[in-house]
């Protein structure tokens, strides 16, 4: 099995930092994009920042210049680090991967279950 185990959520006062990590573990053949996703109470899932497996990046505009998503392939880790904390940035926030297991023939998209991040006025 694969799976996606985030950590580093927290609560946190408007202007601190926060560093979330995602490890991906199991039968990986290779790891094509990973990224981060949120999702704050009453709305919808969004892209917070996304990494392909040669370093290209997009963000969402509400984070740019404040994250910095990173990967370690060697470790089939995930980062985001997070500066200039705002309250708008509370949510549950998802590490996502698309995945080419070993034993398939096509990459397939895998979620974890989220760490939770409150930013405090």
């Known amino acids: 099995q694969v799976q996606l185990v985030e950590s580093g959520g927290g609560l946190v006062q408007a202007g601190g930092s926060l560093r979330l990590s995602c490890a991906a573990s199991?039968?990986?053949?290779?790891?094509?994009?990973m990224g981060w996703y949120r999702q704050a109470p009453g709305k919808e899932r969004e892209l917070v920042a996304a990494?392909?497996?040669?370093?290209?990046?997009n963000y969402n505009d509400s984070v740019k210049g404040r994250f910095t998503i990173s990967r370690d392939n060697a470790k089939n880790t995930v980062y985001l680090q997070m500066n200039s904390l705002k309250p708008e940035d509370t949510a549950v926030y998802y590490c996502?991967?698309?995945?080419?297991?070993?034993?398939?023939?096509?990459?397939?998209?895998?979620w974890g279950k989220g760490t939770l991040v409150t930013v405090s006025s």
């Open positions: 996502n991967a698309d995945i080419w297991r070993s034993s398939g023939s096509y990459y397939k998209d895998y």
């Open positions: 199991g039968s990986i053949f290779r790891i094509n994009a």
């Open positions: 990494i392909t497996s040669g370093g290209r990046t």
